[in-house]
């Protein structure tokens, strides 16, 4: 008896190898600099091994995958920067938080600062004032800070995984030797904390008499791609008022990551 062979559409294939080819692209973006050796690409995209293999190497003559040869694991090529640099034109993130972080500001009385990550440094994006008579601006917009300084920062660098948030501690501690919370034990001790809390707290670390609370915002691969804060002057910050506003926060950047991902950039 002949076995009979369901017949693929030329469509149907196209569609599944995109549908593999992006499942790559996506375990390797969520590796970052450490990148990945084919056998874990394989198991995390659900791929069998010459399946993934065959396809890192078209991805590779594309220039969007890169084989390094000192450990021979697999990182995203010059052609993954450049497509997302073109994007980076497209989907700036300051459009779809400003009306949010706008509405927090004027409803908290506080400044929200928005910060985004630039490898190991933060960059603060935008500044919202509240209508507090007393006014905290301890940042100013385009102003670039080592990740773990300031709320904001040290709310991206603790929602960062554990292998690059080490190598980013390392490097934090060689380039800033001078400033005492970006010692490692520092700020370890910093993050374990955040990571109880569940927010970023700091108490006159950047501006004396100031406190700021900061939560990371998530992309879909839960990495932290940016962070909101609030900073206000000690008076302003007591305990009871850092947990309302680590709540509000917490909240805001919900709403923020589901603005994010219904956000088309268009005009």
Do not use: W
Not at 49 to 74: G, N, T
Not at 159 to 176: M, Q, S, V, W, Y
Not at 244 to 256: D, F, G, P
Request: glycine share 8%; hydrophobic share 45%.
């Amino acid at each position: 008896m002949n076995a009979r062979v369901k017949a693929v559409s030329p469509e149907r294939a196209d569609y599944g190898t995109v549908e593999r080819t992006i499942a790559m692209l996506r375990v390797l973006a969520t590796a970052g600099r450490f990148g990945l050796a084919l056998t874990q690409i394989a198991s995390a995209a659900e791929l069998p091994h010459p399946s993934a293999h065959r396809l890192l190497h078209r991805l590779i003559a594309e220039r969007m995958v890169v084989q390094r040869d000192s450990d021979k694991r697999y990182v995203l090529g010059p052609m993954s920067m450049e497509l997302g640099f073109a994007a980076s034109l497209i989907y700036d993130v300051r459009d779809p938080c400003r009306p949010i972080l706008a509405r927090l500001a004027e409803e908290i009385g506080d400044t929200v600062y928005l910060t985004v990550r630039s490898g190991s440094e933060s960059v603060c994006a935008d500044r919202f004032e509240g209508p507090s008579p007393i006014r905290v601006v301890t940042i100013e917009v385009g102003s670039r800070r080592p990740l773990g300084l300031g709320a904001g920062g040290l709310a991206i660098l603790a929602a960062i995984p554990a292998d690059e948030r080490e190598f980013t501690i390392g490097n934090l501690a060689r380039r800033h030797s001078e400033i005492k919370s970006l010692h490692p034990r520092e700020l370890r001790s910093a993050i374990d904390a955040c990571h109880q809390r569940g927010y970023a707290l700091i108490h006159s670390q950047v501006t004396l008499g100031t406190t700021a609370v900061g939560v990371a915002i998530l992309d879909t691969l839960n990495n932290p791609v940016a962070a909101v804060s609030v900073a206000a002057v000690d008076s302003r910050m007591s305990a009871p008022r850092i947990e309302l506003l680590s709540r509000r926060l917490q909240a805001t950047v919900s709403t923020i990551q589901e603005a994010l991902r219904g956000f088309s950039g268009q005009p």
